[in-house]
């Protein structure tokens, strides 16, 4: 295991601080090791995501008409609050 110094402002030691009052984390480690693996996580899940993406084929244009479709998309799950 290694040991890693590092300094925070006083506003994220304050966050960092009422995350293990809160008993959400038991040490500073704890969070920091959690935000890393989430960090790790996110990085693979968008790397799979984006060869996903290369392997779908040729790209077309964005139309009017599937922006329309985002947007209605988005406020609809807006609106149910997902």
Sequence with gaps: MNTLPITLPDNLDTYLQA???SGHYSTPSDYIQA?????????AHLETLALEGVRSGSSTPMTPEDWAHIRATVRNKL???K
């Design 19 to 21: 995350q293990i009052t």
């Design 79 to 81: 609106s149910q609050g």
């Design 35 to 43: 935000l890393i693996q989430a960090d790790r996580d996110c990085q």
